[in-house]
């Protein structure tokens, strides 16, 4: 039985949700291991996960020259804000009958339809593995995560492939598209990647209407590495071969968790907690402190990195809270904005009730609640 992760999700990514991140770490790569994604906005590129001794790497293609950067599974630096991968894929891999399927002019996408429906498999996601021949191919690599950043800047956004604003990069023996950044020839390319019955989920692929496939590849020498567009009217297919499915059984949705845990007022400072319980860490989370339901008032803070399983202890001077005489109601609220995606947001409020006498020296804390 396979399993698929995906940590955060494509539709997330292409709206801008880039505050959440899965650390390389934490994703086993021993085995078989099938997957994709894109690194961060400081750190750009697109992910390739392709086997190597028995066990799995990860290349990244860099956006500038479209290279292929072998990533270190160990870093405490390198964090994906889109990541989808697969459990060890060893031995549960179909490998395809290709005189079976239709002729390489039905394109990338068609062949491996063909091909999943001659394995009948009730999957609504399957892996996939092959080895390509090109005559020509049309790679991206998002920079600077711009599929989103062009949604937002651009109010009339009637274009079908979200990919078009990206940097395209063209392989063949000569120049084609003077629009494309011409690398020369790289015709074998090997590639890793998934296929949804249900793109519109936004898990895998893109959620537009016949965009089942999502694929990542690096060249054969493990010079360039990317997004492939198996779709693109200047990629060209020869051949494939070593075509390999991995029907998905379960599929799990990694989301961050914030809660407010804590809150006390101890010497005329109000104190509390934000822990990340959830399964991604989270960059620049908002906390809200806000008296007697006046947000227009409100303190900020930002936490510029909370790693899961992490808390960070905070505490705030009760003097510069616009408190008024008599009691009043302070709620402490983590990403009141709800721009970081969570599995549960009940715990994201605390509030506690405290009394102010009329010369502003006496403070006493009446009661404690837990929103």
């Known amino acids: ?32 291991v099938i997957g994709l994604g894109t690194t961060t906005e400081i750190d750009n590129g697109e992910l390739c996960f392709l086997p190597e001794s028995g066990t799995t790497a990860i290349y990244k293609g860099d956006p500038e020259a479209g290279a292929a950067i072998l990533q270190d599974p160990g ?7 889109y990541v989808c991968f697969t459990s060890n894929g060893s031995g549960l891999g ?29 999957a609504d996601y399957f892996g996939v593995r092959l080895q390509a021949h090109w005559h020509t191919l049309v790679v991206t690599v998002a920079a600077k995560l711009c599929l989103w950043q062009r ?16 940097k395209h990069f063209y392989f063949a023996d000569q120049a084609g598209d003077p629009l494309h950044h011409f690398l020369g020839p790289a015709p074998i390319w090997n590639l890793s990647g998934f296929y949804a019955r249900h793109p519109e989920t936004g898990l895998v692929t893109v959620p537009r209407a016949n965009a089942h496939l999502h694929i990542h590849g690096c060249s054969s020498d493990l010079h360039f590495a990317g997004h492939v567009h198996h779709e693109h009217p200047n990629t060209q297919l020869v051949s494939f071969k070593e075509l ?31 822990t990340n319980q959830g399964r991604m860490d989270v960059s620049n989370a908002d906390v809200a402190i806000v008296v007697n339901n ?16 992490d808390r960070e202890d ?6 510069k809270l616009p ?17 970081i995606l969570e599995d549960d947001r009940n715990d994201n409020r605390a509030g506690i009730t405290t009394f102010l006498s009329r010369n502003f020296t006496q403070l006493c804390p009446e009661n404690f609640e837990d929103l």
């Open 1 to 32: 039985m396979l399993k698929l992760t995906v940590a955060n999700t494509i539709t997330a990514l292409i709206q801008g949700d880039i505050s959440e991140h899965y650390p390389i770490r934490q994703i086993p790569l021993q085995g078989e």
């Open 75 to 81: 870093s405490e630096l390198i964090h994906f804000p």
């Open 94 to 122: 179909i490998p395809i009958d290709t005189a079976q399927l239709p002729s390489v002019e039905a394109g990338l996408q068609a062949i491996i339809a063909a091909a999943i429906a001659q394995i009948a498999s009730p």
């Open 151 to 166: 949604r937002r800047l651009v109010r009339d956004s009637q274009e079908d492939n979200v990919y078009e604003s990206l």
């Open 244 to 274: 390999i499915l991995y029907p998905i059984s379960t599929v799990e949705v990694l989301k961050a968790d914030l809660a407010i845990e804590n809150l006390r007022i101890e010497s005329d400072w109000l104190h509390f907690s934000v």
């Open 294 to 309: 006046s947000y227009r008032g409100h303190r900020a803070l930002r936490l510029p990195w909370l790693a899961q399983g």
């Open 314 to 319: 905070l505490a705030y001077p009760i003097a």
């Open 323 to 339: 408190l008024r005489p008599g009691e009043n109601f302070i709620e402490v609220i983590a990403n009141p904005d709800q721009t």
